[in-house]
């Protein structure tokens, strides 16, 4: 499955933004798709994600800010985010595997990633 993730940019602290992330080829219901983000000289982290049955998992720091919806009709996974802070800055990526884990290092499919630059 090809994965490609999209709705970055530059954003003022407090702003909110919605990525989206779409699958090509085989449908997003027979994965488990998640949400990562890298920021500069830091290690990729996890933020959100939810398995093959629709149950979402999401990071104890990402909880309140962040959320995880899809549309199945569209094969895409979105990524809300609300009350943006300049540490949030990050290449935002989404993943899918056959099984879902919080570790990147599970995960079988990636996109680009997308860049999220929040200024204060």
């Known amino acids: 499955v090809q994965l490609q993730a999209s709705g970055g940019g530059l954003v003022q602290a407090g702003d909110s933004l919605r990525l989206s992330c779409v699958a090509d080829?085989?449908?997003?219901?027979?994965?488990?798709v998640a949400w990562f983000r890298q920021a500069p000289g830091k290690e990729r982290e996890f933020i959100t994600g939810v398995d093959q049955s629709g149950t979402r998992y999401i990071s104890s720091s990402a909880q309140g800010r962040f959320t995880l919806s899809r549309d199945m009709a569209k094969n895409t996974v979105y990524l809300q985010i609300g009350s943006l802070k300049p540490e949030d800055t990050a290449i935002y990526f989404c993943a899918a595997n056959e099984e879902y884990s919080p570790l990147h290092t599970e995960y079988r499919y990636w996109g680009l990633g997308t860049l999220v630059t929040v200024s204060s």
């Open positions: 080829g085989r449908a997003f219901k027979n994965y488990a």
